[in-house]
């Protein structure tokens, strides 16, 4: 079995520590780091369910990172503790604030969330089903009314992601952006159908120009070509192109006279 494949002992930690102090090379200090870095995810996993909704994991894997490399940097053996109780300590704390940095609800909310959620559980573990809010206001020895007082503060105080999960009885992959009425009106099927038929009217207009107009307003609006890039494909000035440009919109302009949101497309 290899050294990268096992646990170090706390005397080979401290052996590295100290050549790394007597020697500064980080090579060592990386090693020592790499030595721990899988004590910190275990830290900021088990926090998972505490932090809000909103916050990225990797930001508290890597503030949990700084805490470590402060600890090796900061260790002092001859305090009693190991490097790794000492790294724990720092990583673990340095966790704790990040949290409490990111979340701005006062602490009292958490604590009735956390209250609510072991008294929830608890009681579906006794009665194998979710309690009401009845049940759980007495699990809790509380009222209905300060239950659901609470709940709504908590809910308040949840500055979720729009790619958060649905919570619901049943497993579900549904994300929250999913649950929102859309305010699109290209989503309306109305709206939708309105504008293929305008489109229609455009295509209609469009193929009884001159081909000479059509070629200009291809070359222009789809080939992105300026005037006199197109004065040199058809062999005209700048100017002249500009007066078939002028042209072709005069004439959709009539053609649509009645469509006002086409006619403000080729103004």
């Known amino acids: 079995m290899t050294t990268a494949s096992r646990r170090m002992s706390a005397e080979e930690t401290l052996r590295l520590w100290l050549d790394y102090q007597r020697t500064k090379d980080a090579a060592l200090r990386d090693r020592l780091i790499l ?19 909103n916050a990225e994991v990797e930001d508290f894997i890597s503030c949990g ?9 900061r260790y002092d053996p001859d305090k009693g503790a190991t490097l790794e109780q000492y790294a724990w300590t720092r ?14 609800a006062p602490r009292s909310v958490r604590r009735w969330e956390r209250d609510i959620a072991k008294a929830t559980e608890e009681f579906t573990i006794l009665h194998g089903r979710r309690p009401t809010r009845t049940e759980l206001a007495a ?6 009314t300060e239950l659901r007082r609470r709940q709504d503060e908590i809910v308040a105080s949840d500055v979720t992601s729009l790619n958060a999960l649905v919570l619901s009885d049943d497993d579900t992959t549904i994300e929250r952006v999913d649950t929102l009425a859309s305010t699109d009106e290209r989503l309306d099927p109305e709206h ?22 059509r070629e200009v307003a291809v070359m222009l609006y789809v080939k992105n070509l300026t005037l006199a890039e197109i004065g040199v494909v058809l062999g005209v000035s700048e100017s002249r192109v500009c007066q078939i440009h002028s042209g072709l919109k005069r004439t959709l302009r009539g053609a649509l006279a009645s469509e006002h949101e086409l006619v403000a497309l080729v103004a």
Do not use: N
Not at 65 to 73: F, K, M, R, T
Not at 98 to 103: G, I, M, N, S
Not at 192 to 213: I, M, S, T, V
């Open 35 to 53: 030595t721990f870095a899988p004590m910190v995810k275990y830290i900021v996993y088990r926090k998972v369910r505490e932090m809000p909704a």
């Open 65 to 73: 990172l700084e805490a470590l490399i402060v600890s090796i940097d």
């Open 91 to 104: 990583i673990h704390g340095a966790v704790l604030d990040e949290l409490r940095r990111q979340d701005w």
């Open 139 to 144: 699990a809790m020895g509380t009222t209905v």
């Open 192 to 213: 939708a159908a309105a504008q293929e038929a305008l489109k229609d009217k455009f295509r209609a207009a469009f193929a009884e120009l001159p081909r000479r107009e």
